[in-house]
């Protein structure tokens, strides 16, 4: 099959590899219809997640058709077609059945890092991504989630990370009605964060980003309050919004390849000396009310990072963070496409066949040619 590889930090073609085949009782291959690039998959890309090695597949957002199952599976049948969660999960341990997914302890064991992925280095467990003709997805009778005949696959794909990201980053703001909530980042997780706390009650929310055609996009697609942090003082003008208190909450849509700071992004980003540049998470804190909440949904990379802890314990604050729990958003976010309230293919600006994902990386690293996502079609124009 050809299938997308990790050729050494800052590299990727699309290359032949082997078919994948069935391992264990519970797995199945997916035919991949459609697959995005993720904001997160230039953290590994670039050198920031440990133990990425050359010739894996990146990749942990698809939509495809079940081509083969194992002996063990139920749930799921040859013709199906699905949406994967980014996690791979067993459904059965202490975690899954509290519907903490991304805490799964059997597909990524001997360790406290989350739960196996796809696509995402050794560290979370090695497993071979989507980008790619075709993929082995373990447990697949547990982890898919069946697409509904009314919803195109499309519209189906962004629900496999980025939305039902920005829904929990939404969700662990403890929205009670008419908070102002600031979203540093429009990224798509930024962007479904945005329209998750409008949906929520939120009563304002300010959008921060540094590319003005991102905010534009934010301000078109969902009507909110926008600031471009190289033109301010973004926490002397949030706070000059806010009655000099801060914003109720913040979501830190970034996570370690934050810009700002040239002396995090030299430490973090260059030298691996910290877990990435931490500059959207103190900013969090700095704009955020003593006593409000701060949401960190962006992801970041190894242990140690140089936040701000002093002033986050004396403001008194709260922080939420997590990997998404995608499988238990899944059947509410398809209900929302289904009753017309979001289109969520409108976010995948950049489409294209398998061949042109090393060109879509760079165009969405570079953020190019008003990219903000980008789906790859590795079989061939979709016809869901």
């Known amino acids: 099959m050809q299938a997308l590889t990790y050729e050494g930090p800052w590299r990727v073609a699309v290359k032949e590899k082997p078919d994948p085949r069935i391992e264990h009782p519970q797995d199945g291959i997916v035919r991949v219809e459609a697959a995005a690039i993720c904001g997160s998959d230039f953290h590994i890309m670039h050198g920031m997640i440990p133990d990425t090695r050359v010739g894996s597949t990146f990749g942990h957002e698809f939509v495809g058709i079940v081509e083969e199952v194992g002996r063990g599976v139920t749930g799921v049948k040859r013709g199906d077609r699905v949406a994967l969660p980014f996690q791979i999960f067993c459904g059965s341990c202490y975690y899954c ?25 050794h560290t979370m467990g090695g497993y071979d991504g989507g980008q790619a003709q075709y993929v082995r997805v373990p447990f697949i009778g547990v982890d898919a989630e069946h697409v509904p005949e009314d919803v195109s696959s499309l519209d189906a794909l962004p629900l ?10 939404a969700e662990m703001c403890n929205i009670r009605g008419g908070e102002t909530v600031l979203v540093l980042g429009c990224g798509p997780v930024g962007l479904f964060a945005m329209w998750s706390l409008w949906a929520m009650g939120a009563g304002r929310v300010i959008a921060v980003d540094h590319y003005d055609y991102k905010l534009e996009f934010a301000r078109r697609w969902l009507g909110v309050e926008t600031l471009n942090f190289r033109d301010v003082d973004l926490v002397t003008i949030v706070k000059g919004m806010t009655e000099n208190l801060g914003a109720d909450a913040t979501i830190d849509a970034v996570g370690a390849e934050a810009a700002g700071s040239p002396v995090h992004r030299a430490l973090g980003i260059y030298a691996k000396l910290e877990a990435g540049s931490p500059q959207a998470l103190n900013t969090a804190i700095h704009a955020t009310k003593k006593g409000g909440t701060i949401s960190v949904i962006g992801a970041y990379g190894p242990p140690f990072t140089g936040v701000d802890i002093g002033t986050f314990m004396n403001k008194a604050q709260t922080m939420r963070t997590g990997q998404a729990s995608v499988k238990r958003y899944m059947p509410l976010l398809f209900e929302h496409i289904q009753a017309g309230r979001i289109r969520p293919s409108d976010v995948l600006t950049h489409r294209g066949p398998l061949e042109k994902a090393p060109e879509f990386y760079h165009t969405m690293a570079q953020k190019k040619d008003g990219c903000i996502k980008c789906a790859l079609f590795p079989n061939g124009p979709i016809t869901h």
């Open 97 to 121: 059945q509290r519907g903490l997914t991304a805490c799964c302890m059997n597909t990524n064991p001997g360790t406290d890092a989350a739960t196996g992925m796809y696509g995402y280095s």
């Open 160 to 169: 496999t990370d980025a939305f039902p990201t920005g829904y929990q980053a």
